[in-house]
């Protein structure tokens, strides 16, 4: 295997019958998941044979945030079991897998490293094809696991590490319409539950806990509101709300903090969404929306991306909220799309820590290199 920066697909052997179904074992490993899924794609759409995720958020829990080390470690002790397990419950041999497909980024990068070297062990012992899958490819077309969906669509991807609105026209083919310029949604969410003393992951604590407060007496920060552009921002929301944290003295002051939180946070994913879909809307007769990522679990954030949809004259959906968070079934189903364009991966192929998935627009347009600071991980 080289070091070498070459993650190019190549077409496998051109075969003139297509297979009436493509079988697909997928695994990701790029941050606190161990998963490892089976799906079966044909006309019918995406069929999902088997999806087992093993959380380390135990493991995690005590430092407030993931520890690569602790996950790279993990993610090897728990790969093989995962994996065999997803194929045990699939009910198949590995002799009826058609190829395996492991996220080779972005992410920690000792944790994709794991599962994309299982992955091509696994294909190198049963030639199979191998496909490396782009993490965040995996989350685009994650919403088609629950529904037969049809490209293009406008999709927000909003999860831990990022936070992008995106043009999907198809597999390998998408068109970034904006990204956060610091933090994604979901860091706000998890950095902003640290400093309120909530426990890791913060997303779903935070929710749990705004659902006994009333915001409206706070008043935080909205950024970039002078500009038309579809980019997000919540490094000054963060830096105020966990100022107020401290100010907070009730049960009752952190409930309504965590409100105002939440809200802040929905109505800017909102905003920009609607400026996304104005421009989409110029462009496509086809109108659909779609969330995507472990944000869209977040219930206000999807009952206000709802009603943005509805107002643009965009059908709205959502993965099922098991395919929101991370899993493998996504990057099974992203695989599959792959191997049914015959885009497959060398055996050499790199892990990533970066991949953006507009790579041209993230090259031309480096918009956190801009500001600065680190920013998403794509
Ligand atoms: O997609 P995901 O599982 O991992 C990444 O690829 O980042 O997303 C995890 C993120 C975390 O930041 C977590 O706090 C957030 O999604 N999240 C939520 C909710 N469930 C998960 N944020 C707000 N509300 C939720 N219910
Ligand atoms: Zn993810």
Known sequence: MTDRADYSSTAAAATDARPPSLTVLGLETSCDETAASVVRLSDAGAEVLSSVVHSQIDDHAAYGGVVPEIAARSHVEMIDGVARRAMKEAGLNWGALDGVAATAGPGLVGGVMVGLSYGKAAALARGLPLIAVNHLEG???????????RYPFLLLLVSGGHCQLLEVRGIGDMTRLGTTIDDAAGEAFDKIAKAMGLGYPGGPALERLAAGGDGSRFDLPRALLGRKDCDFSFSGLKTAASRLAETCETAQDRADLADAVQNAIARQLTERTERAMQAYAETHDHRLF?????????????????????????????????????????????????????????????????????????????????????????
């Open 139 to 149: 989350h685009a077309v994650s919403a088609r696991l629950g529904a037969q969906t």
């Open 290 to 378: 779609i969330v995507a990522g472990g944000v869209a679990a977040n219930r206000t954030v999807r009952s206000r991306l709802t009603e943005a949809a509805a107002r643009h004259g965009f059908d709205f959906l959502a993965p099922p909220l098991a395919y929101c968070t991370d899993n493998a079934a996504m990057i099974a189903l992203a695989g599959a799309e792959r191997l049914e364009k015959g885009l497959v991966s060398d055996i050499d192929v790199a892990a990533r820590p970066r991949w953006p998935l507009d790579e041209a627009r993230a090259i031309s347009d480096p918009v956190h290199l801009k500001a600065g600071r680190k920013g998403a991980k794509a």
